[in-house]
């Protein structure tokens, strides 16, 4: 078929894309020279939800210096079930814990050799020996900035709900008038100057005319939807005060074309030892045990909808466009619950693409180098993603 012909292409293409990614970063990773090994990232990639390498503190302490401070064996006990030594009565891990709010850290299935692996890659302070420092040097745009500034704030939301409520009431008043103009005209006949109820009948209707033109334009679009959820999980909680990181939970968003929603089991990496809340104590915690008791998926409300015949894909956007996830979904972390802040449109999509440099050291594709090479050439002074084919029909639509 026609249609499931492109959506292979596409697949296709963001899997040879993917490829090339996982082919470069192991090429920089695979430089060895503090003696960690490549996998040591990866390894950590569990303990950043809760932990900076010289970052400030999350779920957890700002594990900087901590090789210094404590001895390689207690590290790799507390590291592997740090709850054994708070239950056998170690100082140390119990004055840790307490001062943590006694939340557990949970235990890792890491051997000897991988959890002395990680504590040299904390030791370089994160950093995998030799690996290139990963340079963006991509600007946000103006359009950007203000999308993040405006974006999230429940306020602006708020105000946009009252424009639209203020839109339906004039389109009641225009009616009413209408029925009014109509009925005097033909039956009260009050108003002597048949003028009068034309020059009324006209306006109200170019009023409704231009509501309806708008509501047509945005039909099917849901800027500031904000559906209540099965569990009151809030955003803010999770990425702004204990501020972990967007893609602990939406792993798949640097892979994939969708971010996701995370399943429960990565709730309970973290709730399998933290059981209430302060905002809401046991109640809404207790409803991710009842999901896991009764093996059924929470049911969560999609927010952020694009009709069938569109094509976005996170990956492009996020891993190679390096487009933040705020530029689009505002400022999530300061949300208790979500809310659609941009309105999705093709306008939108567009108005970014136009405007937005691209990074050209991004050299995956042959349209990049060629672009690279005239941009030394003086030919052009920067790329956009219009250069890229960001304003094709075929690119946006299957
Ligand atoms: C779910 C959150 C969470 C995850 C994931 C996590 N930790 Fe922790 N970690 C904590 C908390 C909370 C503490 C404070 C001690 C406590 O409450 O038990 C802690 C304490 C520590 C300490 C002791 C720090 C000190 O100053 O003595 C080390 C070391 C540590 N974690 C390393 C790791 C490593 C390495 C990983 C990944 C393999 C990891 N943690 C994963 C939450 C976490
Ligand atoms: C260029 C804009 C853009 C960026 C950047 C972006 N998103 Fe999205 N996101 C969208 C659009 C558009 C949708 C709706 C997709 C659909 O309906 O097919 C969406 C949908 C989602 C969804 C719903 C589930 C899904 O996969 O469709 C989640 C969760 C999400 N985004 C999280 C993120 C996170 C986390 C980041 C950053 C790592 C991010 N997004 C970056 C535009 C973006
Ligand atoms: C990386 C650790 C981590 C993960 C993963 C995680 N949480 Fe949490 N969650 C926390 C912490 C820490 C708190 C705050 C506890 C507090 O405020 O005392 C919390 C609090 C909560 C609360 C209570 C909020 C309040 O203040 O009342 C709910 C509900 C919740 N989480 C649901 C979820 C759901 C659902 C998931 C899975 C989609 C999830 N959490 C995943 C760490 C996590
Ligand atoms: C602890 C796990 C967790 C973290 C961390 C997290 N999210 Fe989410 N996210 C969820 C869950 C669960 C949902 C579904 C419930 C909801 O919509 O609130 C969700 C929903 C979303 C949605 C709406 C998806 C839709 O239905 O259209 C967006 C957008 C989103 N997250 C973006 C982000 C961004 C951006 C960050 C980082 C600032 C982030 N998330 C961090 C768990 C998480
Ligand atoms: C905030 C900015 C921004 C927004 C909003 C945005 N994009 Fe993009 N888009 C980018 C960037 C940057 C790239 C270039 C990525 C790269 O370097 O390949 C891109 C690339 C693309 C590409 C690939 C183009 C090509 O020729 O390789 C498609 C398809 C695409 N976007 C679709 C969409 C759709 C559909 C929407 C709206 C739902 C959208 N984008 C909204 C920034 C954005
Ligand atoms: C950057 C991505 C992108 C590109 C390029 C793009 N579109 Fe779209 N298009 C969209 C999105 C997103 C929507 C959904 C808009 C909405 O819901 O309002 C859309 C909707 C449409 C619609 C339906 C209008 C509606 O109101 O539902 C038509 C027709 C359309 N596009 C035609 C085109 C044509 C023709 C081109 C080439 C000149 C094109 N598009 C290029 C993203 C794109």
């Not at 090339?20 to 939800?49: D, K, P, T």
């Not at 640097?254 to 990565?266: E, R, T």
């Not at 659609?340 to 594709?365: E, P």
């Not at 052009?380 to 639509?397: F, P, Y």
């Amino acid at each position: 078929m026609h249609i499931k012909g492109i959506v292979f292409r596409k697949s296709l293409m963001s899997k040879a894309l993917l490829t090339i990614v996982l082919f470069v970063s192991s090429l920089l990773f695979s430089v060895n020279v503090h003696g960690q090994s490549a996998q040591a990232e990866a390894n950590f990639a569990v303990c950043r939800a809760c932990h900076t390498i010289g970052g400030g503190k999350l779920v957890g302490p700002d594990l900087k210096g901590v090789t210094e401070k404590m001895d390689e064996a207690w590290l790799i006990k507390f590291i592997q079930n740090s709850q054994s030594l708070v239950q056998a009565g170690d100082p140390e891990a119990v004055k840790i814990f307490e001062e943590y709010n006694k939340i557990p850290m949970p235990p890792h299935n890491y051997s000897d050799e991988q959890v002395k692996d990680i504590l040299l890659y904390i030791k370089n302070g994160g950093k995998v020996a030799g690996a290139a420092e990963t340079v963006t040097g991509v600007e946000e745009t103006h359009v950007e900035k203000k999308a993040i500034e405006t974006g999230g704030e429940q306020l602006v939301a708020e105000g946009k709900r009252e424009d639209i409520r203020h839109m339906s009431v004039t389109f009641i008043v225009m009616v009413v008038i209408i029925v009014i103009a109509l009925v005097d005209l033909f039956i009260t006949k009050i108003i002597r100057y048949k003028w009068i109820h034309t020059v009324l009948i006209l306006i109200a209707l170019a009023v409704i005319s231009e509501i309806v033109f708008r509501e047509a334009a945005a039909l099917g679009r849901q800027q500031y939807y904000q559906p209540d959820q099965p569990i009151w999980f809030s955003h803010k909680v999770h990425a702004g005060q204990n501020r972990i990181d967007c893609e602990y939970c939406h792993f798949t968003a640097d892979k994939s074309m969708y971010a996701g929603i995370p399943p429960v089991k990565v709730c309970m990496n973290c709730h399998s030892q933290v059981k209430k809340g302060k905002i809401t104590g046991k109640k809404e915690i207790a409803k991710i045990y009842a999901a896991l008791k009764n093996n059924k998926p929470i049911e969560w409300v999609k927010v952020h909808n694009l009709p069938d015949h569109v094509y976005f894909n996170h990956a492009q956007h996020v891993k190679v466009g390096k487009v933040k996830c705020q530029s689009c979904h505002g400022h999530v972390e300061k949300m208790d619950q979500i809310i659609q802040v941009n309105t999705l449109s093709m306008g939108w999509c567009m108005d970014c693409h136009r405007t937005r440099n691209i990074d050209i050291s991004n050299k995956f594709y042959d349209k990049y180098t060629k672009l690279h090479d005239k941009i030394k050439n003086g030919e052009i002074v920067k790329a956009t993603v219009i250069d890229i084919g960001g304003e094709e029909c075929s690119q946006c639509h299957y």
